[in-house]
T-cell receptor, first 115, second 113 residues
Framework: GAGVSQSPSNKVTEKGKDVELRCDPISGHTALYWYRQSLGQGLEFLIYFQGNSAPDKSGLPSDRFSAERTGGSVSTLTIQRTQQEDSAVYLC?????????????FGSGTRLTVV | GNSVTQMEGPVTLSEEAFLTINCTYTATGYPSLFWYVQYPGEGLQLLLKATKADDKGSNKGFEATYRKETTSFHLEKGSVQVSDSAVYFCALINANTGNQFYFGTGTSLTVIP
């Protein structure tokens, strides 16, 4: 597609429920990244995919968080047993290379609210 | 390790005022430096970048110079407009240590007519 597409744009869920967030990167972009943006905080790195593999998962905050990527394209970030501290904007980005000195292209994000 | 520190906001300026948003970084080797902008309700967009010392990135009237001696990459604009109201993020990527971007906490700018 023309840009990085994320869905849903907004998600309100009850504490304890599981949620899935979807990212559709720019066609042909082999690298895909998930970040979390909390109120008053910077962007927190979560995970990086090169193709379908995730060589860097160091930012996932707990084992409740997981992500997968299939076909070198769409990625899904899953949060199990959501907690209120998971409320944030989850941003996806993609790039052509694994060392993107030209910068990432970001999606508009999914705003997750856990009530 | 790698980190970025940028000035706290929010910043409020009158239209046509001069803008500076300070950014300093910590990194080993020679990182590439970036400014991203996030307009209300939108995703982050790359504003400008510099990949080596003394490079100047520029776009839409904004400029930033990569200063290795002061480990800084301050964002400047000579005359801001209402449409520049947004949150600005300084960031670095360091190919020596991995492929993720390290972002500052963001600086909110509001320009009033």
């Amino acid at each position: 597609g023309a840009g990085v597409s994320q869905s849903p744009s907004n998600k309100v869920t009850e504490k304890g429920k599981d949620v899935e967030l979807r990212c559709d990167p720019i066609s042909g972009h082999t690298a895909l990244y998930w970040y979390r943006q909390s109120l008053g905080q910077g962007l927190e790195f979560l995970i990086y995919f090169q193709g379908n593999s995730a060589p860097d998962k160091s930012g996932l905050p707990s084992d409740r968080f997981s992500a997968e990527r299939t076909g070198g394209s769409v990625s899904t970030l899953t949060i199990q047993r959501t907690q209120q501290e998971d409320s944030a904007v989850y941003l996806c980005a993609s790039s052509l290379a694994s060392h993107p000195t030209n910068g990432y292209t970001f999606g508009s994000g999914t705003r997750l609210t856990v009530v | 390790g790698n980190s970025v520190t940028q000035m706290e906001g929010p910043v409020t300026l009158s239209e046509e005022a001069f803008l500076t948003i300070n950014c300093t970084y910590t990194a080993t080797g020679y990182p590439s430096l970036f400014w991203y902008v996030q307009y209300p309700g939108e995703g982050l967009q790359l504003l400008l970048k510099a990949t080596k010392a003394d490079d100047k990135g520029s776009n839409k009237g904004f400029e930033a110079t990569y200063r290795k001696e002061t480990t800084s990459f301050h964002l400047e604009k000579g005359s801001v407009q209402v449409s520049d109201s947004a949150v600005y993020f300084c960031a670095l990527i360091n190919a020596n240590t991995g492929n993720q971007f390290y972002f500052g906490t963001g600086t909110s700018l509001t320009v009033i007519p």
